[in-house]
Every structure is written in structure tokens, then in C-alpha cells.
């Protein structure tokens, strides 16, 4: 049994080499201007306290990591402790523009493994800011696991 049919065979195909070429410069474009730093995750292990606390919004974050590397900021711009309060101005300029009835707070957060003397020097700088202070830490396990809190 033979079956007829009135589709036309075509040998023609179509070149996806330009749209290829195209997708890869795009690709390119976009990898070279985006801003990687902003995107980078920190991994910060706060200390645990036996305290339950409920999260607060975050108006201006501070992070300092394992290796005292201090973070302002949600694009979290790496500043040193020099020029922390400056930065911090800078913050409170922009949330005070946004909202003038705000009063900022700023969220330190920093890396259990950080020595002492190094966050006693970053929290005295914080506090001579004069704005309110929160800091960070994780609560025990078994009063709300997955928690981070603010004191």
C-alpha cells in the first residue's frame, strides 16, 4: 500500500550560526559587565546565645568576616576601618532621602572566629556614628532553629 502526499521535499535548512554567534556575544557582554562582587555570598557563622528574638528588618548591614574583612551595606562594598564612618554617613544620607521619618539602624554582623580586639575597634567605631546598634547572632537550636536574631 503507498501512501501519496503533496508536501514538497525542501532541501532547505536554516543556518543557526549567526543567532549562535549572537547568543555568545551577548553572553560575553552581559559576564564582563555585570558586577560579581555585590553577588558575592559571605559565609558568616554568628554566635549562638540562648535568646529568641524576632528578625528586624535590616536597614544598614555591617558584616565583618573570618579574615576582618569589613562589609557596609546591601552591595556590601568592602571598606576598612578608617573610612567605615564616612561610608556609614553615606548610607544614612541615602536612607534618609528615602525616608526622612527613619531613624537608621545599623545590623553589625560578625564571624564568631573574628579576635576580640578587632570587634571591639569596629563597635566603638559603629557606636561614635551615634545610631542604634544591633548585633547579629544565631539562636540556640533548641529554642528556633534556622533563626538569626538581633539583640
Known amino acids: ?5 503533496k508536501l ?7 543556518d543557526l550560526t549567526p543567532l549562535v554567534d549572537v547568543i555568545f556575544l551577548m553572553l560575553i557582554f552581559f559576564i564582563v559587565t555585570s558586577d560579581i562582587l555585590p553577588l558575592k555570598s559571605l559565609h558568616i557563622e554568628n554566635p549562638t546565645l540562648n535568646r529568641d528574638s524576632a528578625p528586624l528588618t535590616t ?3 555591617v ?3 573570618a579574615q576582618n574583612v569589613i562589609y557596609v551595606g546591601s552591595k556590601k562594598s568592602i571598606v576598612d576601618l578608617s573610612s567605615l564612618k564616612e561610608q556609614l ?3 544614612v544620607a541615602i536612607l534618609r532621602r528615602q525616608w526622612s521619618a527613619l ?7 560578625v ?3 573574628v579576635d576580640y580586639g578587632s570587634f571591639l575597634r569596629l563597635f566603638s567605631a559603629i557606636q561614635e556614628t551615634g545610631h542604634r546598634v544591633r548585633l547579629v547572632y544565631k539562636p540556640d537550636e ?5 533563626q538569626v536574631g538581633y539583640f
Open 63 to 65: 558584616v565583618m568576616d
Open 142 to 146: 533548641n529554642v528556633n532553629p534556622g
Open 8 to 14: 514538497k521535499i525542501s532541501s532547505n535548512l536554516i
Open 1 to 5: 500500500m503507498e501512501f501519496k502526499t
Open 59 to 61: 536597614q544598614i548591614l
Open 89 to 91: 554617613g553615606e548610607e
Open 103 to 109: 531613624e537608621p539602624t545599623i545590623v553589625l554582623s
Open 111 to 113: 564571624d564568631r572566629r
